[in-house]
């Protein structure tokens, strides 16, 4: 409440102009008191991270659910968040001793947003004293349902309107949460934001510092030091500062207490090579707890897919096709994923530029796989296809899923797959020029069937098998002919996508991972 007020956030509301806005049919929203625990990763004598409550934090928010759309407020509340593919991309980019990447919170970042129209609240009852009083919002605050937009566009300008020795930021086209400044010192800063959690990589001490001070002028940042913790994933650097790693070693442990897995026996695999569903397993009634734990379940391990653990990619993608009606045999696959990841709880990304780790000639040069399993669903038909991207020797994109058609052939599935590989290269060689490192070459993309490299190249004839394949996918033959990839045949024992693409046995797999 204190800091409501000590920001000017909010003021009460004289009689005057409650009397004036219930006259002009103004909504007065309820408010209410958000508690969180918050968390701080601390590092055991044995190396392992564990995360330990760090403090309770409370915000006031309004109940902003009756806010109606083109009365009080825009109908554009649209709020972007930086992509994790970014974020990985960002961070294996500063395996690199002159970059210092730190972590940074805006305390009450909304708080320090103007408000560009009148909201009244009225505070809850364990406001203190101040309870059942009617505030008048001078700025905006959590609940409303467009604080997230204008505070999101009112920190772009800020950063946009800050100057050192005449140079400022540009704004990514290809991420708007990210800013990349450089001058023509060589100083370097590249900033990116998840909402009020901040990462700042600078080649320079005293631009940062100065940009923190034209931050501090709105918000209240505080400094968390070298980045640990950001968006619930753990970072640690080597002492030579040529290698970041990334885990998710506390939150495991968080989401196996919470399905009461902690003690059971880790499994080899995230799921079984030889799962297969039914058609009297898809009879099976599920009852509204078990759709409840199913849907927290691929929540919970669909958040490790996306952000660290590749390694659960295909099993997320296998299990989450049946949210809607779930049977106990999915559930206890689910279950035994969590348990896969006890087993492997400090399996970690790493990148690094270290010459005993990767050859000078590869430092920043991109590179990726792809790889499908023909007709893998039983049910559809429809294959599954998957892809990885590296760049300085660690995965920074990877996705598994079902394809979106029935593809007719196997170099068919593997064209199809190949193709979505080759749109994220796309994106990953764009996002890697907007922050100056562009790629000289062509991007070597990995893939194990001749006949879908035969498409990719455009050197098929038309009157040959694969004439029928859709002309969306023909872009494929048109990146490669202008240079922006290169496809490279690989055997498929050695093609790394194929963990995205199947259930694996535990040997393989480990040899994958």
């Known amino acids: 409440m204190q800091q409501i007020f000590d920001t000017g956030t909010g003021v009460y509301a004289t009689d005057e102009e409650i009397a004036q806005a219930r006259r002009d049919g103004m ?18 004598p044995d190396g392992t991270l564990r995360d330990v409550p760090h403090k309770w934090k409370a915000r006031l928010a309004a109940v902003g659910c009756r806010e109606r759309e ?24 500063c395996c690199d001793p002159k970059f210092d990447l730190r972590s940074y919170d805006l305390s009450g970042a909304y708080l320090g947003t103007p408000l560009k129209r009148p909201v009244f609240i009225i505070l809850p009852p364990d406001a203190g004293e101040d309870a059942g009083k009617i505030l008048r919002c001078e700025k905006a ?21 800050f100057r050192y020795k005449g140079f400022g930021f540009k704004k990514l086209h290809m991420d708007q949460c990210i800013y990349h400044y450089e001058d023509d010192e060589g100083n370097i800063m590249m900033f990116c934001h998840y909402v009020d959690d901040l990462a700042i990589a600078s080649t320079n001490n005293d631009l940062r510092d100065q940009l923190l001070k034209h931050i501090n ?18 970072f640690w650097r080597s002492s030579d500062k040529m290698t ?126 792809a790889d499908a399993s023909y007709a893998a669903d039983p049910i559809t038909r429809r294959s599954h296809g998957g892809y990885i991207a590296f760049l300085n020797g660690g995965p920074i994109a990877w996705k598994s899923g079902l394809q979106k058609l029935v593809c007719l052939s196997s170099a068919e599935s593997e064209f199809v797959a190949l193709t979505s ?13 907007e922050l100056h490192f562009p790629q000289a070459e062509p991007t070597t ?7 879908a490299i035969i498409i990719a190249e455009g050197t098929v004839s038309s009157n040959g098998r694969a004439k029928h394949i859709d002309v969306r996918f023909k872009h494929a033959a048109e990146n490669v002919r202008n240079g922006t990839c290169v496809i490279h045949y690989i055997a498929s024992a050695w093609n790394y996508s194929d963990i995205m693409t199947k259930a694996l046995a535990p040997t393989k797999l480990r040899s994958m991972r």
């Not at 909504?27 to 055991?44: H, Q």
């Not at 083109?70 to 294996?92: H, K, Q, W």
């Not at 590989?421 to 020029?433: D, F, H, K, P, T």
Request: with cysteine; aromatic share 10%; glycine share 4%.
């Open 217 to 234: 002028a709105t918000w209240s940042v505080t400094d968390e030091g070298a980045l640990q913790r950001f968006v619930g994933i753990n």
């Open 27 to 44: 909504l007065f929203l309820r408010a209410k008191m958000v508690y969180k625990l918050k968390y701080k990763t601390i590092e055991l």
């Open 244 to 369: 970041w790693s990334m885990t998710l070693a506390p939150y495991i442990d968080k989401i196996a207490k919470r399905f009461q897995q902690e003690h059971a026996a880790p499994s080899d695999v995230p799921i079984d090579p030889g799962f297969i569903l039914t058609p009297e397993d898809l009879q099976e009634v599920p009852t509204p707890e078990m759709i409840s734990e199913y849907r927290s379940l691929i929540g919970s391990i669909g958040f490790a897919a996306l952000t660290v653990r590749f390694d659960i990619a295909y099993a997320v993608s296998v299990l989450s096709r049946h949210l809607a009606r779930p049977c106990r045999k999915v559930i206890n696959e689910a279950k035994r994923c969590i348990r896969y990841l006890i087993g492997t709880r400090d399996f970690a990304v790493r990148w690094s530029t270290h010459p005993d780790s990767l050859a000078d000639k590869l430092r920043n040069i991109l590179w990726a796989s």
């Open 421 to 433: 590989c080759i749109v994220e290269v796309r994106y990953l060689r764009m996002l890697l020029a």
């Open 141 to 161: 605050i959590y609940g409303l349902r467009d604080s997230s937009a204008a505070f999101v566009k009112y920190l772009g300008e800020q950063l946009m309107s």
């Open 445 to 451: 993309i990995l893939e194990d069937n001749r006949a």
């Open 70 to 93: 083109g009365l009080d407020f825009a109908n554009s509340t649209f709020s972007p968040t930086i992509g994790m593919t970014a974020v990985r991309t960002l961070v294996a980019l």
